[in-house]
């Protein structure tokens, strides 16, 4: 059962304080200097296995591939092979945002080969969770509505198809936030988030509550301080614990930035009652630190003094996957494919060195969370 918004009025009071302080320098939108979140700085603690290492590495990638037809799902799978190899090869364990949309022929289709083909991509990213990769929730938008029907049929939710109206102009590219709340309401972006987490925890955990983490699809948290409140408890009364992915600034604009830099991309979540987690990607020339682009790694774990250092790395596998290309730009070539795939294992080789090194400590998102609550 979804769990009442405790506190929700509560919540409105603090909102509509908020709505009407002072709020009248334009200044760029910085969520890291929002009052409800707190830097966070993880301690070198003695006599743990990461005692002698500069930075937690924590390899992240949003799931989102093309699924319109049987080979997209067979190259999907494809990249999925080979993602576990890196990580076998290197022990460099993935954290996988799966858009829980991407799932949908899966359970919807009438076409039965791709159906049957979703199907087993599901059990390929099962798979990887049980050698030790992570899968944890993204979606670009709301809930797929088919797909939410079909997830909520136990227990169906009555969602308003209410919203409010956008601020003009909206500074973040309008994705998640925009599409699920200021489209069609509180409720609907709860219930996007709720079922898709129970989805995902059916597909790739049997059921279990393991899916702790959000990544909103075009890093859009929302416009403003009120918005970014309103997501994270949104994110609470969906079960969730964590969010990774605060952008700053205007999108499009020379001051929009995703995640922080390392010690700053950290943070604790307070929205009321509830505590959450903050583990924002790691920013880096030409965005964040994405590991088929060149980033001195050494350099960035050692940043910072007298804390571990958290490098929160992106990559889409989507980008290995050979299908047909949006905005009717032709499809990658094989050679453009495999120089992609060199690259990407050049950063794996790095990274590896580096963790023999006792640099850097490869972990899932998963584990860093756990590590944060303990030494909460």
Not at 15 to 37: D, H, M
Not at 162 to 168: H, I, V
Request: proline fraction near 5%.
């Amino acid at each position: 059962m979804m769990r009442p918004l405790a506190g929700f009025s509560l919540f409105l009071i603090a909102l509509t304080f908020l709505q009407t302080g002072g709020c009248s320098k334009q200044t760029a939108e910085n969520p890291f200097r929002y009052p409800f979140i707190r830097p966070l700085h993880l301690k070198r603690e003695a006599g743990k296995p990461y005692s002698e290492y500069r930075a937690f590495y924590v390899l992240t990638e949003d799931f989102e591939p093309a699924v319109e037809s049987v080979s997209d799902l067979d190259y999907i799978r494809e990249v999925l092979k080979f993602a576990s190899g890196l990580s076998s090869q290197y022990n460099i364990p993935w954290t996988h945002f799966v858009d829980v949309n991407a799932l949908a022929p899966a359970f919807l289709s009438d076409d039965q080969q791709l159906k049957q083909r979703c199907q087993a991509m599901i059990g390929d990213l099962a798979r990887m969770t049980v050698e030790g990769d992570d899968c944890e929730l993204h979606l670009h938008g709301p809930m797929n509505r088919e797909l939410l029907d079909y997830v909520s049929s136990e227990e169906k939710l009555h969602i308003k198809q209410s919203g409010a109206e956008a601020a003009k102009p909206y500074r973040q590219r309008k994705s998640f936030f925009f599409q699920s709340f200021y489209r069609q309401g509180y409720r609907q972006l709860v219930g996007s988030l709720t079922y898709g987490k129970r989805l995902l925890e059916g597909c790739v955990y049997e059921g279990k509550k393991q899916v702790l983490a959000f990544r909103p699809g075009g890093w859009d948290h929302g416009d403003n301080e009120q918005d970014t409140l309103l997501y994270f408890h949104a994110l609470s009364d969906s079960g969730l614990m964590s969010n990774s992915g605060l952008s700053t600034g205007q999108f499009g604009g020379e001051n929009w930035r995703v995640g922080n830099d390392p010690g700053k991309n950290v943070a604790i979540v307070s929205a009321g009652e509830d505590r959450l987690f903050e583990v924002s990607p790691t920013a880096g020339p030409g965005g964040y630190v994405n590991p088929a682009m060149p980033h001195d790694l050494n350099k960035l774990a050692n940043s910072v003094k007298d804390e571990m250092a958290v490098i929160v790395a992106v990559y889409h596998l989507g980008a290995l996957q050979k299908t047909k290309s949006e905005a009717g730009n032709a499809p990658r070539s094989d050679a453009e494919l495999r120089a992609e795939r060199e690259t990407l294992e050049q950063q794996f080789k790095t990274a590896a060195d580096l963790a023999a090194a006792k640099v850097l400590y490869p972990i899932t998102l998963r584990e860093l969370l756990a590590i944060i609550s303990e030494q909460q």
